[in-house]
């Protein structure tokens, strides 16, 4: 077993081992998963229907803009920076006949503890933390593969991704053209076979579960706006599902995306370490095919999927969605273009105040992004201002410019006085099982 093998005393990174780089990616990560999430806290089943239709509105724009830029890319900076960020946890660990696998896992146990906290108390189904865990337990596997092969699982993963949501798409298609042959035998009064009657069973557990009818769209957004008690009991099914029955489709995509963060760290991508002509090439050729590619794909579901009904129909037509075979690619050609153009900004020093923002924001991207969920739940939920379903789609990003500006302000403040937030300070206290310091 792997051994640490200095005198001292395990502990996290020290602040001077850290690098700031890898910190202002994970900050502008953070901030925008935040801009991705808040329409899940916030906005009712279908209500996206009333403008994304609709080239005339402002929200239209607004909606395609974060779509082209930042829909996925956003969790993929994070995952990358995940990935990177297992090797700087088991950089210069020094204890002696400390083992490091047991200190990481340790660390990622805890982190599926964190999880299961946000999911089911804070009531925050979109969260990551459990996923993260799960997928870093397997990821320290690779820790020590070399980059040319660790790349290869993007592409890998893309295409076994797409069959294996290609199937289950087509499952719940067979499922739902019977439930339309037997709703058109209920309706001409025929008596309905075994099968029929089956059939009419297994599409009211899809809605109940994955796609919701019009009526269940507003029994759950009364749900949303009623008592914490209320909330918990039709969120908290929906996360388990996802953490349990779902979670084997989960894990492969961001998987892949942390060994890509890995390949990246030790490439020297994300430390700063290409030469600003390279970045610039990565840059150009992200934007150059990613853009066209995602822009292509948003234009056909614009054409294609405009509303529930709509959707329903082009199942009931269409065997296989070929156009989600875009989404993969253009999301890492972005991603790698983003990544690129922030550390080329970071290194020219031209906005040197906000990357220092940034970096403090992603030192303490665990309490922020914790801190995400606390001030959206009390301010969208029933059981807080009960602001759900009541605010348009531009308005609610008002929400998402105070909370940015909140955590750029606060987090510089808090590292001035303490070495870690507060919950990365219980996080590492738990990981080292010795409460760690955390005044300056």
């Known amino acids: 077993m792997e051994k640490l093998t200095s005198s001292s005393v395990a502990a996290p990174v020290s602040e001077n081992s850290r690098i700031s780089l890898i910190d202002m990616l994970r900050g502008f990560a953070l901030l925008g998963i935040l801009m991705m999430n808040i329409p899940g806290f916030s906005m009712a089943d279908y209500s996206f229907e009333a403008f994304k239709n609709d080239p005339d509105s402002f929200n239209f724009w607004l909606y395609q803009f974060i779509g082209v830029f930042f829909e996925g890319k956003m969790r993929a900076m994070f995952g990358m ?14 204890a002696k006949g400390t083992s490091v696998h047991w200190l990481y896992y340790r660390r990622m146990f805890w982190l599926l503890i964190f999880g299961l906290i946000h999911a089911h108390l804070i009531l925050w189904i979109g969260e990551i933390l459990y996923l993260y865990a799960v997928c870093g337990m397997i990821l320290y596997l690779f820790r020590n593969v ?58 009211r557990e899809i809605e109940k579960t994955m796609i919701p ?74 934007y150059g095919v990613g853009l066209p590619l995602v822009i292509y794909s948003n234009y056909y579901a614009f054409h294609h999927f405009s509303t529930l009904e709509a959707n329903l129909a082009r199942m009931e037509q269409v065997p ?11 999301r890492i050609l972005l991603v790698m273009a983003h990544a690129a153009a922030l550390i080329l900004l970071y290194k020219s020093g031209v906005v040197k105040g906000l990357m220092s923002r940034l970096v403090a ?19 969208f939920f029933g059981y807080g201002l009960n602001y759900y379903a009541e605010l348009e789609f531009y308005q609610i ?19 001035k006085y303490f070495l870690f937030g507060p919950l990365e300070w219980l996080w590492r206290s738990l990981t080292y099982w010795k409460v760690q310091p955390m005044k300056r």
């Open 320 to 330: 296989i969605n070929w156009v989600n075979l875009i989404y993969p690619f253009q």
């Open 397 to 415: 990003y008002y929400v998402v410019l105070v909370v940015w500006a909140f955590q750029l302000i606060i987090s510089p403040i808090w590292l």
């Open 361 to 379: 924001v992603g030192r303490m991207a665990f309490t922020n992004y914790i801190s995400h969920s606390l001030i959206c739940t009390l301010f």
């Open 81 to 94: 920076v995940f990935g990177a960020g297992v090797l700087l946890f088991i950089a210069n660990k020094s």
């Open 213 to 286: 009818n019009r009526e269940d769209a507003k029994a759950n957004t009364k749900k949303m706006k009623s008592d914490y008690s209320t909330v918990a009991g039709y969120l908290r099914p929906i996360a388990l599902d996802i953490q349990t029955k779902y979670l084997p489709f989960e894990v492969w995509d961001s998987l892949a995306l942390m060994l890509l963060g890995l390949a990246l760290f030790k490439w020297g991508f994300l430390t700063g370490a290409w030469s600003n002509k390279d970045y610039w090439t990565v840059v150009k050729i992200g």
């Open 146 to 203: 070399p980059p040319r092969y660790l790349v290869w699982a993007v592409p890998i993963v893309a295409v076994v991704s797409f069959v294996a949501s290609a199937i289950q798409y087509q499952d719940i298609r067979e499922k739902r053209i019977a439930y339309s042959q037997a709703t058109k035998a209920k309706s001409e009064n025929k008596t309905l076979t075994a099968t029929q009657t089956k059939a009419l069973t297994e599409w």
